[in-house]
């Protein structure tokens, strides 16, 4: 629409992006002398990294890294980016030295904190996947509420609900049982918050709100006042891992992807799945016609209140198969409100994802991946109090929240009730 | 012929100074919804007590030691009272939050640090008269809860991040904050291997109000806090300047914004009061009642604080209605888990029914059709 | 195809906005509708197209009687809308919007975009539209935009086609080509409904014009007969001229300079590009130009509430170019915003609360931290009086007033003080001619006290008649000046440069 600044115009002018990528660089440049001073001088040994069990068909030898080079090396890598970026940074770059800084401060705090010892990566990346699923299928149920505008707060509460009901009628009758339950109660709250939202038009934040209340008091009543009792009722089957032949011997990639259990193939189909729907169907169009453009979609003769509650109530099945996961995927027993504000790190995942199902699926890894490290470091003994790890994924959330790393547009018409005349 | 004009405009003037009256409508919304939703909700509360096998006997009588327990003897109402004060106190903040457009999930977080605040400086500064200590312990957990609620602020007004998921993360992070806190040594209890904190010192408790009664009424002085709150807030949001500048940009930020009013301060500003409203609710709940802090203290008064400040229409005396309403169902509730065996966690239950029918009084009107005026055509043709 | 309504009345609330309506239209016909802004052109519309269903009154096509549930049965009947507010997904391409409702599939419910497309192509060829299937919407100018929505209708087959205001967002020229596609629609056996509250267009785009008055008709005739003048009384119901009575301008001490301003939009582009100009006291200077030319930013810009990248700002001999949108307003800087219900006030605050919404921290209302209520509602109850706002009283909702009402409280809010510059954006778009009147009046009036006025407007017609000068944006910039003192201004030479042809 306007024409782009000349050269001899945009030295002149302070344009965002520039900006944005000196902040960028700075943050690269911080990030090298923590490693650099921190890391460097601290790591003595060498970090080794277990990336298969001897038993394994196709074994491969442990990954042994040098602590204190590797993280002279890493820290001299983040200082030139960083550098990089200040002096002439902007355009695509800017995202992609932040990622590459990042991913090289991982590597750089997992040879710290292995310098001298030894630890498994593949343990931790099949952990990872295992983690990530209640975070994905959370986001994925974000994904297609909000692709039809409709905000869903409720995704904790359905995970829970899900949990509950995997556990309560997993007990009575079996594990297919259950999850098939866990998906319907989990589209029977979906269907709920559509209406209240749709039809009775509460505010769809409060609406959110009061299910995830409603959920948790619902399953602490019936926890306390019946699985007390009745401890029959809250002792499910676990769904076990599957081996898939061949492709599970596979080194590292093997445990990650094809030596899991139900709940993480299915995670992945359904993300598969969603995407093909959403962007290459007729019913997808519409769908994010109606997310987009409501009163557009109406007037093609669009049902936009059928629509929302068709994919409310989706999602609501989806994160009501990510709730089993805390039950029949694997414990097998119902807490009080053991889903810990899973699902709103899955909206987190959601918006980092830029409202697209592979993006949330690879938002809930790098969530997964923050999940495990905590667990796997509170072995490794760092200085650092666990207190603080476990922090960290609510953290990150925040930031990418607030967008600090890349903003996306979220459907125009989000959060917006439609009022038909 | 001059005075003549002056006078018709006086009169001109007069009528437009005429107070539209209150109509029928603002009845239904301000009485009939709110009572028909405590019925509805009580109703289905029943039928769930129902479907895990509570046999009708008991859920009578359930009811009924849930009406002894919270306004039944001077104890009842007693407890009532002291359970009202800190959702009354962070159910005010999150109303103010609301009235400027944020929908603040934090309370829990702001108030149990806020409540670790005062605690801290109630051992700490141990020595000082009441007087100068207890205000001190005060200000320290209002302070801390004005500080940790201004992050999820400042978070909105530079980046534009939604508060709503920035104060959910921020509650999960004083969750973890405070198991930290407590275990290090300069707090935890002495001789304790688990997460508790010191106690406070009788200087900086909140003085018991009924103990020359009996000594265990406990009625707190948080009670004319609590009050004070309310006027407090009433007089912030309607008579204030910076209240109307708060309720300008959470109804319509854009008009705010041409206006003059600066809705990043704006945004700081009306987290920071309410996160110092939750502030004092966690240190009213600890040197008022707990007196010493341990993990999870708050017993998620910051999330029935949402459900207050729903129900109370986010104003000032409607969020001190809903929280004796809360705090009686809270107070009733112990009672009917004593008399009637029956879950506490049944309470819950009826709050979020309750908030339900309140935010969607459409499905109140679709329940009951018979409390309200029929209109033939419910569309206006304006708004 | 033949339609007819006949006897259709809609009812929103009290309010009739559609009252027994006869009406008839004819294949191969373009059918003009005039009618005041409220007057019930867009209901009409919007009942035929199958939006709205009727509370009265039934549509007969070819002389049989149908009832339209939703927009999917007047697809489906052959009735296709172009709504004056575009209905199309910015983030789609051209072709999902034009098939959007209506997709080529595959197996497994695939969308077959590489059909569309090609369909697209197709009725693209035979009209000769000329637009590219694979755009995205928000990338396009509004005039092919329009295409895009003509497009979809003649996707549907659509053998009547409804036109809401379609020229409100095109220069003249851009009108003129608009005309010639409507005439080959027409000639192509299309039955045309085109709906304006312009006047010359009517006149010559129309075959038959019928004339909508508070939700009846209350005229209808041959082109050929009627004149400007008889149709803006029908239209009306009194004699209405069009011109604005001023005086000659007295134009002194420049009040606002501007110069080489610049500022970028979120892709690093100029949204203004090094503009300059001047309004000096006593002289009514016109922005003209298609909307999304820069004039909002400008606007902003003006008024403080974006700071430009460069360039300086003087505002009655100060350097305002940092000063908050406060600091301006208190110098004397008033605004009357482009969007009154999005940014002019708050339909939820009573009256009284909207007229003091950007001076209540003024001493005048209580010193210290509280407002003086009762001083400030007896305040709005007398520019309540002076500007005529028709409200039983101060303390209604501002929202429960009229559009020309609501209109009539921002601008007295901002005019009832010292003020040295009155900055007006789209002041009177949305109103009856009643309101627009008023406002004009008053805003010519604000000029012969001495105050600069600056009139953002994307109506020609309302800048030419008000304006002692005009500029036109063109992409961020002016690129056009027009003195208007010494006799009236060429339309064309104005329209020309609205679509930037000066270069």
């Not at chain 1, 193939?265 to 995407?275: D, E, F, H, M, R």
């Not at chain 1, 019913?283 to 936009?304: F, Q």
């Amino acid at each position: 629409m306007t024409a782009a600044p000349t050269q001899t115009q945009s030295e002149t002018m302070d344009t965002g992006k520039a900006r944005q990528a000196r902040i960028t660089g700075a943050v690269l440049i911080a990030l090298s002398i923590l490693v650099l001073f921190v890391f460097g001088m601290d790591s003595s040994g060498d970090a080794t990294f277990r990336l298969s069990r001897p038993t394994d068909p196709w074994a491969l030898p442990n990954l042994v890294v040098p602590a204190g080079p590797f993280n002279y090396v890493a820290g001299a890598l983040l200082a030139f980016l960083g550098v990089r970026q200040f002096l002439q940074g902007g355009g695509r770059w800017t995202a992609l030295s932040l990622g590459v800084g990042l991913a090289i401060l991982v590597m750089a705090f997992l040879v710290w904190a292995t310098a001298g010892k030894a630890f498994s990566l593949t343990g931790m990346l099949q952990a990872t996947m295992v983690r990530a699923v209640p975070i994905a299928l959370g986001g994925l149920a974000g994904v297609l509420c909000e692709r039809v505008a409709v905000v869903n707060i409720a995704i904790e509460g359905m995970l829970l609900a899900g949990a509950f009901t995997g556990a309560l009628i997993g007990s009575l009758l079996g594990g297919w049982g259950g999850l098939v339950a866990a998906v319907i109660v989990g589209g029977a709250f979906g269907f709920i918050l559509a209406a209240l939202v749709v039809t009775y038009r509460m505010d769809q934040i409060i609406a959110g709100v009061v299910i995830n209340l409603f959920v948790l008091g619902l399953t602490s009543y019936v926890s306390s006042q019946v699985f007390s009792e009745y401890r029959f009722l809250n002792n499910a089957p676990v769904f076990r891992a599957y081996k898939i032949p061949l492709l599970g011997d596979l080194p590292v990639i093997g445990p990650m992807l094809f030596k899991q259990n139900l709940f993480v193939y299915g995670a992945l189909i359904l993300v598969a799945l969603s995407t093909y729907y959403l962007f290459f169907t007729r019913s997808g169009l519409r769908a994010r016609a109606v997310g987009e453009h409501p009163h557009a979609a109406d007037t093609l003769g669009i049902n936009v209140y059928r629509t929302r509650y068709l994919h409310v109530t989706l999602g609501g099945m989806v994160a009501g198969f990510g709730g089993a996961w805390f039950t029949l995927g694997s414990v097998g027993r119902f807490d009080e409100n053991m889903t810990g504000g899973r699902g709103f790190i899955g909206l987190a995942a959601m918006i980092f994802g830029r409202w697209h199902p592979v993006g949330a699926l690879a938002a809930a890894l790098v969530f997964g991946f923050a999940d495990s490290l905590q667990q796997k470091l509170a072995l490794l003994r760092t200085p650092i109090p666990s207190d603080f790890l476990a922090m960290s994924p609510y953290i990150a959330t925040i930031i990418v929240v607030a967008g600090f790393i890349g903003k996306a547009q979220p459907p125009a018409a989000n959060g917006k009730p439609y009022v038909k005349e | 012929m001059s005075e003549n004009l002056n006078d018709k405009l006086d009169t001109a003037t007069q009528a437009l100074l005429q107070r539209t009256t209150r109509g029928r409508q603002d009845f239904e919304t301000l009485v009939i919804v709110p009572i028909f939703a405590v019925i509805a909700a009580l109703f289905l509360g029943g039928l769930i007590m129902l479907a895990t096998n509570v046999d009708l006997a008991t859920i009578g009588e359930s009811y009924l030691a849930l009406a002894r327990g919270s306004v039944g003897s001077l104890p009842a109402i007693s407890e009532t009272l002291t359970a009202a004060i800190p959702l009354v106190l962070a159910g005010l903040g999150l109303a103010l939050g609301f009235r400027a457009g944020l929908f603040n999930i934090g309370a829990e977080g702001q108030l149990l640090l806020g409540g670790m605040a005062a605690v801290m400086a109630g051992f700490m500064l141990e020595g000082l008269p009441w007087i100068i200590h207890l205000p001190l312990a005060l200000l320290a957990g209002a302070l801390v809860g004005a500080l940790y609620a201004s992050i999820a602020g400042w978070l909105k007004a530079s980046t534009g991040a939604h508060e709503v998921i920035s104060t959910i993360m921020l509650n999960l992070i004083s969750f973890r904050l405070l198991d930290y806190l407590l275990r290090q040594p300069f707090i935890q209890k002495e001789g304790r291997a688990d997460p508790i904190s010191k106690s406070v010192p009788d200087s900086a408790e909140l003085p018991r109000l009924l103990d020359w009664l009996d000594p265990n009424l406990r009625l707190h002085a948080g009670v004319f806090l609590m009050l004070a709150a309310v006027a407090f807030v009433y007089w912030l949001l309607f008579r204030s300047k910076i209240g109307f500048a708060f309720r300008a940009s959470g109804e319509n930020p854009h008009a705010a914004r041409y206006a003059g009013m600066r809705s990043g301060l704006i945004i700081i500003a009306a987290m920071a009061t309410a996160g110092a409203l939750a502030g004092l609710a966690g240190a009213s709940q600890v040197l008022g009642v707990l007196d010493r802090a341990t993990p999870g203290f708050s017993a998620g008064i910051g999330f029935d604080a949402i459900a207050v400040a729903l129900m109370g229409r986010s104003h000032p005396l409607g969020v001190l209605l809903a929280g004796l309403l809360f705090g009686a169902l809270e107070a009733g509730g112990r009672q009917m888990q004593v008399d009637a065996g029956v879950s506490i966690d049944l309470i819950s239950i009826i709050q979020a029914l309750i908030i339900v029918f309140i935010a969607a009084p459409l499905l109140v009107k679709a329940i009951f059709p018979w409390g309200f005026r029929q209109r033939k055509n419910a569309k206006g043709g304006s708004k | 195809m033949d339609v007819e309504l006949r006897g259709i009345t809609k009812r929103f609330g009290p309010v009739v906005a559609n009252d027994a309506i006869n009406l008839h239209i004819r294949a191969g016909e373009v059918l003009g509708l005039l009618g005041e802004n409220g007057a019930g052109k867009s209901t009409m519309m919007n009942i035929l197209s199958g939006l709205y269903t009727p509370d009265e009154g039934e549509i007969l096509i070819d002389g049989k009687s149908v009832t339209f549930e939703d927009p999917g049965d007047g697809i489906a009947a052959g009735i296709g809308m172009v709504h004056q507010h575009f209905m199309l997904v910015p983030v789609f391409t051209v072709a999902e919007n034009v098939v959007l409702g209506v997709e080529p599939t595959g197996r497994f419910d695939y969308l077959d975009l590489k059909t569309a497309r090609k369909q697209v192509r197709e009725i693209n060829d035979r009209y000769g539209l000329e637009v590219d299937p694979d755009a995205l919407i928000e990338s396009l100018p509004v005039g092919i935009q329009q295409r895009v929505e003509i497009l979809k209708v003649l996707f549907r087959s659509a053998d009547v086609i409804i036109l809401d205001e379609p020229t409100a967002v095109l220069t003249p020229q851009e009108v003129e080509d608009f005309f010639e596609i409507v005439r080959s629609l027409r000639d192509a056996g299309k039955a045309i409904v085109f709906i304006t509250h312009k006047l010359h267009e009517i006149l010559e785009i129309s075959d038959r014009i019928s004339v909508l008055r508070h939700g009846r008709i209350t005229g209808e005739g041959d082109p050929a007969k009627l004149t400007t003048e008889t149709l803006a009384e029908m239209m009306v119901g009194r004699p209405v001229s069009f011109t604005v009575d001023k005086a000659a301008p007295k134009a002194g001490a420049p009040m606002l300079t501007v110069s080489d301003l610049c500022l970028l939009d979120e892709h690093d582009d100029f949204a203004l590009d090094h503009v300059s100009l001047q309004v000096r006291s006593g002289e009514v200077v016109g922005i003209a130009g298609v909307q999304g030319n820069g004039q909002t930013e400008l606007v902003e810009a003006l008024t403080g509430l974006t700071r430009p990248a460069t360039g300086t700002i003087l505002f009655d001999g100060q350097d305002v170019t940092r000063s908050s949108v406060r600091e301006r307003h208190r110098m004397g800087m008033a605004h009357v915003p482009e969007d009154r219900l999005r940014s002019g006030m708050i339909a939820s605050f009573s009256v009284a609360e909207n007229m003091v919404l950007n001076s209540y921290y003024d001493p005048t209302y209580g010193r210290g931290l509280e407002i003086d209520w009762p001083k400030a509602q007896t305040t709005a109850a007398r520019y309540c009086i002076d500007f005529d706002v028709r409200t039983p009283s101060v303390f209604l909702p501002a929202g429960h007033l009229s559009g020309g009402n609501q209109q009539k409280m921002v601008v007295a809010r901002e005019l009832e003080r010292e003020t040295k510059l009155v900055i007006a954006s789209q002041p009177t778009r949305g109103l009856d001619v009643g309101s627009i009147e008023y406002i004009h009046e008053r805003l010519i009036e604000a000029r012969d006290e001495g105050d600069g006025v600056l009139i953002v407007s994307s109506e020609l017609d309302e800048i030419m008649g008000l304006s002692d000068r005009i500029l036109v944006m063109f992409e961020g910039r002016i690129v056009a000046e027009f003195d208007a003192t010494n006799g009236p201004v060429d339309r064309n030479a104005v329209g020309l440069a609205m679509a930037g042809a000066s270069e």
